[in-house]
């Protein structure tokens, strides 16, 4: 079973950064389109970036410009750079494959913009 362990989150003030990671256990997180998703508060999860198996990235128009996800197959691991955070920011942030339905998810990493 694929067990998905995210990192990297914290307080931040508006306008600052951050670098999320997500490690997979297994071989196949290469096979996958991967994704970050956010959950706010009193809000449904949804999927603000997602990469390809070749690289390929799209995002949510909320982030666009401002976020980069990216990832390194050679160890499993998918990444976000969060720059210009602003307070709607806020929420836990979780990875997972994009297609054939999530892995169990993650307990995600609290990210909180605020001054």
């Known amino acids: 079973q694929v067990q998905l362990v995210e990192t990297g989150g914290g307080l931040v003030q508006p306008g600052g950064s951050l670098r999320l990671s997500c490690v997979t256990s297994?071989?196949?997180?290469?096979?996958?389109?991967m994704g970050w998703y956010r959950q706010a508060p009193g809000k449904q999860r949804e999927l603000v970036a997602r990469?390809?198996?070749?690289?390929?990235?799209d995002y949510a128009d909320s982030v666009k410009g401002r976020f980069t996800i990216s990832r390194d197959n050679a160890k499993n691991t998918v990444y976000l750079q969060m720059n210009s955070l602003k307070a709607e920011d806020t929420g836990v942030y979780s990875c997972?494959?994009?297609?054939?339905?999530?892995?169990?998810w993650g307990k995600g990493t609290q990210v909180t913009v605020s001054s």
């Open positions: 990469i390809t198996i070749d690289g390929s990235t």
């Open positions: 297994g071989s196949f997180f290469r096979f996958y389109v």
């Open positions: 997972n494959r994009v297609s054939y339905g999530p892995w169990t």
